[in-house]
Structure formats: structure tokens, C-alpha cells
Nanobody, 123 residues
Framework: VQLQASGGGLVQAGDSLRLSCAAS?????????GGWFRQAPGKEREFVAA????????NYADSVKGRFTISRVNAKNTVYLQMNSLEPEDTAVYYC????????????????WGQGTQVTVSS
């Protein structure tokens, strides 16, 4: 399985960005839960958001609730992260992840990781 993350960039505080994560290479048991994580310089990787295969269940870190929205289009095997009202504290490398082990339900462990996309928010 390959996860291709894209959409990062340099923006100003208050701006918006949409990250995309396209999954490919899986030919069986294709249902997966999708997650976004981020890692800022000098800090540990932290959870940002997750979504179930159906899209009915989502989880968010407290720091992004009300500003970020995770969504997906299963026909495209793609998970999105809409980030609004960006703050300098959101600056990090953002990683997408996929969990195929729970048939699309949100868990805490992920099987596959993308390469990361840099998000930089200037003040």
C-alpha cells in the first residue's frame, strides 16, 4: 500500500489549506480508517484527526476541533484534511496514515504511513 500526501505549503495565519492523502496498491480488504498526524520541529508526532471508512465516525485533537475537518471520497481512496483558521502553532510536517486491520473502524494503530507534507504558517 502506498499513501501519497499532498497539499501542504506556506500560508499566513488565518488562511486555509486542504491536504489530500491518496491510497493505492491494496487489492483486497480495501476498507481502511484514515488518520492525520503531525510533527513539529523538536516535538513528538501527535494525532490530528481520524475518520472511519463510512465517514460516520470522526475524531479530532482538541487543538484542531472547530478548525479542521477530515473527510473522504472512497471512490477515489482519498482522505482529506481541510484546515481553516490556521495558526503558527499548526506548523508541522503532516502525515497521513491508514489502518486496514479493523475493517474501516477507527483504532489507535495504523498499518501504513505516507511520506509527509510540510505545512508552514507564518504570523
Amino acid at each position: 500500500v502506498q499513501l501519497q500526501a499532498s497539499g501542504g505549503g506556506l500560508v499566513q495565519a488565518g488562511d486555509s489549506l486542504r491536504l489530500s492523502c491518496a491510497a493505492s496498491g491494496r487489492t483486497f480488504i480495501r476498507r481502511f480508517a484514515g488518520g492525520w498526524f503531525r510533527q513539529a520541529p523538536g516535538k513528538e508526532r501527535e494525532f490530528v484527526a481520524a475518520i472511519s471508512w463510512s465517514g460516520d465516525s470522526t475524531n479530532y485533537a482538541d487543538s484542531v476541533k472547530g478548525r479542521f475537518t477530515i473527510s473522504r471520497v472512497n471512490a477515489k481512496n482519498t482522505v482529506y484534511l481541510q484546515m481553516n483558521s490556521l495558526e503558527p502553532e499548526d506548523t508541522a510536517v503532516y502525515y497521513c496514515a491508514a489502518d486496514y486491520s479493523r475493517l474501516g473502524l477507527i483504532g489507535t494503530e495504523y498499518d501504513y504511513w505516507g511520506q509527509g507534507t510540510q505545512v508552514t504558517v507564518s504570523s
